[in-house]
């Protein structure tokens, strides 16, 4: 492993304390490190190379310094390039990174033989309208939410499967994510935390009008789709993964299926999907108790 993108979020490391540090600790190592030109005025290093629209198709790995957020943003280029990454957190959860802010050090390892890669399922999502089906570039990697775009009324949604088994919903939305997606917005809506070495898509109501409000999984090679069927000719709005947003007419379907592509990342811990959630929703609660303290 020799060239590096690094790429750090502004807002999360001000004055850019942690990205130095990693700049230390990789370039000490022999790295040659990358980072985006936009950068470069606030950001003043000796022996960085600076690109610019063109992403250094050389890069090895993806090192990212912020939040969920931040690692979301980058993984769009380790999809693309097909490179691992690895996330320092410098958000409030930061479920989906590896080291904290004070473990920089650790990032050493990433030039030891056992550093380990880590493979977790996306999503590849179509919108179907008047019957042509038009596949989206974007691959999310946590979910696929449908709900009311102007947050107005309750959204008429109907779940197939693609057996001919249906359930329609009168609810704010459906979430579809994948197991690494579990612990994100699906956990706020109250779905199941699913260990991410597995692969299924999991259907999770959000506040449902229902007596029947519970998560459904569903095998990873099913083709889930959700139609809008609003009697009101409403539209309704697709995200994935909270950033990419598209519209949903009346009669619209919105598919979603295994992708091809694998989000990898390097770990350089030993440690289940469960150490990490419960370690770092302890870490969140003693950071809430001493701000209200």
């Known amino acids: 492993m020799k060239h590096i993108v690094i790429m750090p979020n502004s807002c999360k490391d001000p004055g850019y304390s942690v990205t130095r540090e990693v700049v230390s600790v990789l370039g000490s190592a022999g790295a040659e490190i990358y980072m985006q030109e936009s950068l470069r005025s606030g950001f003043r290093a000796d022996g960085i190379h600076w690109y610019g629209s063109a992403f250094p198709k050389e890069t090895d790995a993806i090192v990212v310094i912020g939040g969920d957020g931040s690692v979301l943003d980058a993984s769009v280029y380790a999809l693309a390039y097909d490179i691992p990454l690895i996330g320092i957190n410098r958000g409030r959860l930061g479920y989906l990174t590896e080291l904290e802010a004070d473990e920089v050090g650790e990032l050493s390892k990433l030039f030891e033989a056992e550093t380990r890669i880590r493979r977790y399922m996306t999503l590849q999502v179509s919108l179907v309208r008047s019957g042509v089906e038009t596949v989206l570039a974007h691959y999310p990697v946590n979910d696929v939410v449908v709900s009311q775009g102007k947050g107005e009324g309750m959204s008429e949604l109907l779940l197939e499967d693609g057996l ?130």
């Open 164 to 293: 001919g088994n249906r359930m329609s919903y009168l609810a704010d939305g459906l979430i579809l994510a994948t197991p690494l997606g579990s612990t994100a917005y699906t956990l706020s809506a109250g779905g199941p935390v699913i260990d991410a070495s597995l692969d299924a898509i999991c259907v999770t109501p959000i506040c449902s009008h229902s007596l029947f409000s519970r998560s459904l999984l569903f095998p990873p090679d099913y083709t889930v789709s959700v139609r809008n069927i609003s009697a009101h000719g409403g539209s309704l709005r697709v995200s994935l993964d909270g950033a990419e947003n598209y519209e949903l007419f009346p009669e619209d379907c919105v598919r979603v299926t295994r992708s091809e592509k694998e989000l990898k990342t390097l770990t350089l811990k030993k440690h289940s999907v469960l150490d990490v959630l419960f370690r770092k929703l302890q870490l969140l609660n003693q950071t809430n108790r001493e701000v209200q303290s």
